[in-house]
Structures are given as C-alpha cells and as structure tokens.
C-alpha cells in the first residue's frame, strides 16, 4: 500500500552509530507502529503510538526509541546500534473501526545490516 | 501472555492439494483473530479475519474456541499462493496485535 512509506529502504551502518528509521503515511490513521521481523521469528513489536501524545512500549523497546512527529510521522531510532538489531523493520498504520476491529496496514520495510 | 504458535516453519504442497496452515492461541477472553500474507517482494497485507468469516483467494479460516485455533485451509492450492503466511491475534482489552513466527507455503507445479 503506497500510502505508508519508510526510508531507508536499506542501509548498512557500524556498530556505536545512530540510526534514524522514517515512516510517512496519508492514510489519515491515527495508531502507528514499528515492528522488527527476523526469520524464524515472525513479527515483534517495538514501539506503537495510538495518537500523537501517545507512545507505548511494545514486546522489545530495549534499545529502541521512537518520535511521533506528527499524526503522519513515526520514527524509530537506534541510539547505539549493535549487530543483532540486523533485520527487517517494518511500519504500520491502523484505525479503529466497526467498534473494536483495526485492519494494520504495512510499509515496504527496510532493512538494516548492523556490522 | 498472549502467544500465537505456528507449528510449521515451511509447508510445501503440489498444485491442486488442500492446504491447512495452523495457528492455536493462548486463551483469554475473545480475542479477534486474523491472517495477514506476505507474497515476495510485497508487503505484508490482511488476508482475512475471523469476525468476517469471509473466503479471501479461497482461502477459509475458522475459529474453534474449544481447540483454541484458527487454521487456515484451501481446498485446492495454486502456485500463486506461495507466501509467508502469519497468523495473529487481538486479545480482548487489549489493541495491538500478537503474531505467530509465520509458516512459509510452497506450492509446487
């Protein structure tokens, strides 16, 4: 889905170095999150923001912090990056509907080589 | 804590087999269940959810709160269904989602 977009799509960066991950959309969404995936370990969550005042800590926020810039704007920062922050890291968007139910829509990723 | 398990890592059928891809859930309350697919090279996107009971691509799931599970079936595989395959669960009370380590389908001509 076009309207939730992340950069970098890649980037390879050292360990100690700050790492900045972007996430964009137009959906008009208020809740947001940031997921890492690795294989044989599926999705995990880091950070999720159900509003822009509003920033919660997912099931592995060590290491991780987040910016909500924005109703549009999400961002997901490595202070210190070390290697096995290596994966894919996707965004995405959600809105409540139907009284309880939200549809998450995802970005296209990117991937992060920590060396 | 809420947990998806996805026993299979891969699954891999010939073209016109039945596919079942499972999923069970730690219990608690009534939680929303619901498969999300990710094809090569694309984004991971809903497939279907329980509350809708809808036929997505063939594709029917079936909650059984008794089992606790919510396997994904297809009567008769075809060689564009081969994705990764999560399942995931929304617990009452609660708003984010919790998804299994994902079950990669092959289907082969």
């Known amino acids: 889905d076009a309207d939730v977009t992340q950069t970098p799509r890649n980037r390879i960066t050292k360990t100690g170095k700050r790492i900045m991950l972007e996430c964009s959309q137009t959906k008009g969404h208020d809740r947001m999150y940031w997921y890492r995936q690795d294989p044989g370990l599926g999705l995990r969550l880091i950070y999720y923001s159900f509003d822009v005042k509003d920033i919660n800590k997912g099931e592995i926020s060590d290491g991780y912090s987040v910016s909500r810039q924005a109703q549009a704007k999400f961002s997901l920062s490595l202070e210190s990056a070390i290697p096995n922050q290596t994966a894919l890291y996707f965004c995405a968007t959600s809105v409540l509907t139907s009284g309880t139910t939200d549809t998450q829509y995802f970005g296209p990723g990117t991937r992060l080589t920590v060396l | 804590a809420q947990r998806v398990t996805q026993p299979e890592k891969l699954l891999s059928v010939f073209k016109g087999a039945p596919v079942e891809l499972k999923c069970n859930y730690s219990?608690?309350?009534?939680?929303?269940l619901f498969w999300y697919v990710q094809y090569s090279r694309q984004r991971l996107q809903l497939l279907l959810r329980h509350i809708s009971r809808e036929s997505i691509k063939g594709f029917t799931a079936d909650l059984n709160k008794g089992e606790t599970s919510f396997h994904l079936k297809k009567p008769f595989a075809q060689e564009e269904d081969s994705a990764m395959y999560y399942c995931a669960r929304r617990g009452s009370g609660y708003s984010t989602l919790t998804f299994g380590k994902g079950t990669m389908l092959l289907v082969s001509p």
């Open positions: 219990y608690s309350g009534s939680p929303e």
